[in-house]
């Protein structure tokens, strides 16, 4: 996989090699990325079960100012440090996205949050309830899932405001108001 724009276009993204993990299709973040291409430059991006990194790198290549990535495995963690050899600007933080979540004082502009596909609903829709409280005003937050996955609640401070499905995935993007 590789960084699809920016000013780390074309470096390599190592993934992976797990059942538990999914890397996300060249095509899927090349529409995330232009839809929300005139929003991140400058932005602090949060990386949510960031995995390899993909979508976070992304945005620091494509402008963002920060970005900071949760990750709870171990061996994600260090294909992160390999991944962003040579990239400034960001944090690693190695816990889990529920206690990340409910200890951060900090607020972000972009929120992307790509949970394994068998987490339970019920979880994915509190989280995403407490990820409101995270979210600076008119924010962003990029919501990956199954298509088949049961349709969730969120924050009353936040609006749907599209979906995208590609194959069995769909993108939901949401805002702050």
């Known amino acids: 996989m590789k960084v699809l724009s920016g000013i780390y276009k074309s470096k390599f993204i190592e993934t992976i090699n797990s059942p538990d993990t999914r890397p996300m299709m060249s095509k899927v973040r090349e529409s995330i990325f232009s839809s929300l291409q005139f929003f991140i430059p400058g932005k602090n991006v949060l990386d949510l079960y960031a995995g390899s990194g993909s979508l976070g790198i992304e945005a620091l290549s494509r402008g963002a100012n920060y970005a900071t990535f949760v990750e709870k495995s171990i061996e994600c963690v260090k294909i992160l440090n390999k991944n962003l050899q040579h990239i400034s600007n960001y944090k690693i933080t190695n816990i889990s996205v529920h206690s990340f979540i409910e200890n951060s004082i900090l607020e972000y502009d972009l929120i992307f949050y790509d949970p394994p596909f068998k987490l339970k609903t019920e979880t994915v829709a509190n989280e995403l309830i407490a990820i409101e409280k995270l979210m600076e005003r008119d924010g962003r937050l990029i919501v990956h899932r199954h298509s088949a996955s049961d349709n969730f609640e969120i ?21 702050k108001k």
């Open 155 to 175: 924050g009353k401070n936040l609006i749907f405001e599209k979906d995208k499905k590609f194959g069995q995935s769909i993108i939901y993007f949401i805002r």
